[in-house]
């Protein structure tokens, strides 16, 4: 029995022996690691960590960045080291030389690059373009590309890109991409949009996500002023649940592309184009710019009224109706009180009243915010869609332009 005793003895000492070895070879390994530099995939890596993240997910990210490192291993240390959880989100240059232990406390010190690009609210894409191509220190490889090889590029194929990128102030490393940042805006739109879709009212007509994104590019370009958001989602939802016409300038305008030179003419209402919301009923089939967080709310919370109608009152806010009669009396009012008062220029960008019947009420849509397409005359930045008609839209289907 005693020699049984001594074996397993011996047994268990060798065994203990063993994992005290290895486990000092690992802690040897692991102090040797912390301090190697790591290989990068480019001399300088664009490294984005996005608010939230947890550890294990930066770990990945790290590694899916460019470093070559095992995220298990590198998500190990973050853990064992304690800092895990103080890792700042933003964006990051890594540069050649980097280690395990001076990325951590890269990371944990929020030391950040600095270059930031602002989107801007009810920007199209074609203005976000411009933004990009004209941004400091990024590299340019998606904006320079059509939409379809663009939108591939970002694994969206098929997809048009407008509204699809989230208006906000990013900020990136020097070098850093284009296409690393359409990701990035893309990402935060599918996010927005879909916190929004869930907060969604009953009264709301948008049937689909991509019906409240359409409509919320609409609001979006049509309000002057926040506290109207909600009002002129109403209006549109109404229209668009009866079944009227929306009627709007700004999604002519975005269907006239480059031709649109300031100026909204009668010819122009009438010219179709699939966003042209006087000529074709329902919503575009894309997004006509970038909206915001509160114009998607306004989408799928919207004001819950009966009007129809809406007229720019002038001074950025809009007046709103129930009925054509009033809206005609709001026109009136605010349209052609303007048009009185104004002094005409050189004939261009001025319309009187013979010119305002003439055009059935329509006049170019200047954007409030200071984002229009192009200059347009001080009269004629005023003058929105009222087009007019003797018999009520509700039972002839000939709706008044609602624009702001």
Known sequence: MCWRRRRVRRFFGFFFGAVLILALAAGGYGVWWLDQPLKLHQAETDLVIDKGSL???IAQTVADAGVQVDPLLLYGWFRLSGEGRRIK?????VESGVTPRSLLDLLVSGAQSQHAITLVEGWNFRQFRAALQKAQDLKIEASTQDDEALMALLGRPGIAPEGRFFPDTYTYARGSTDTALLARAMREMDRRLTAAWQQRASSAAAKTPEDALVLAS???????KAADRVQIAGVLSNR???????QTDPTVIYGLGEKFDGNLRKKDLQTDTPWNTYTRAGLPPTPISMPGEAALLAAVQPAESKALYFVARGDGSSQFSDTLAEHNRAVNRYQRKSLRSEKPNDGKNSLDKKDLDK?????????????SETATGQVNAEIKAARRSDVDPAEQGNTTG???
């Open 359 to 371: 055009t059935e009420g329509s006049g170019t849509t200047a954007d409030t915010k200071g984002r």
């Open 89 to 93: 989100a933003g964006n990051y240059e």
């Open 218 to 224: 609409i609001v979006e370009k049509e309000s002057g």
């Open 240 to 246: 668009l649940r009866i079944g009227m016409p929306l």
């Open 402 to 404: 609602s624009g702001n």
């Open 55 to 57: 550890p294990r997910s």
